[in-house]
């Protein structure tokens, strides 16, 4: 679905951590992937990331990790990691961590932790640019809050991480509410931040 449109050039020992890109992340708490459990339990930042020589460069290589580990379905080890990381990029996934095991609450608390984060930009031209393969699970007869929200988070110029949280509680609790459209964006959402926090491990 995200068509490559982020995937990065990435060392083998980062790949072989990624699932397909033309996967979509769940919206609820993922089924671990043992597979790779033995080689997450190996990474450290230092392995990892050794281009990252500063401390900020660091703390986005830890943050990279625990998208790692929320990547393969490791929520506690995923939320370990970016509960101690005192950065930005810590609060987001921490916020995105909340989000895809229900706690919406807390979820909010921390995306207001982030406010307008460097990736927004980049995370709303590529919903814009990717809507028609994002909404064509949108029926066209239906006008309903949760299509209008969605349609906003798409076609909108400014990123709503709040108005995300609601519209993926909408989709969880109601099986006729757009759950893979949920799903697109949020896949879309993490190759971004992903994306950035790799950025600055060598910035």
Request: with cysteine.
């Amino acid at each position: 679905m995200t068509d490559c449109f982020l995937r990065l050039d990435l060392p083998n020992k980062l790949q072989s951590l990624l699932l397909d890109d033309s996967e979509l992340l769940p919206l609820v708490i993922p089924k671990p992937n043992p597979q790779n459990l033995s080689l997450l339990e190996a990474a450290d930042v230092e392995q990892m990331f050794p281009q990252a020589k500063s401390k900020t460069q660091r703390l986005a290589g830890a943050a990279c990790l625990s998208a790692l580990w929320l990547h393969n379905g490791y929520l506690n080890r995923a939320h370990e990691i970016c509960q101690d990381l005192k950065t930005v990029e810590g609060s987001y996934w921490h916020g995105i961590m909340h989000r895809i095991e229900g706690d919406y609450w807390n979820a909010k608390y921390w995306f207001n932790q982030v406010g307008v984060h460097p990736s927004h930009l980049e995370l709303a031209n590529q919903l814009k640019t990717n809507h028609q393969a994002i909404d064509r699970d949108l029926e066209p007869d239906r006008d309903l809050e949760p299509d209008r929200d969605l349609q906003r988070l798409i076609q909108g110029p400014h990123w709503d991480a709040a108005l995300f949280v609601d519209v993926c509680q909408q989709a969880n609790e109601h099986p006729n509410d757009p759950k893979q459209v949920c799903q697109k964006i949020s896949t879309i959402e993490w190759w971004t931040l992903f994306r950035w926090c790799y950025s600055q491990t060598q910035a």
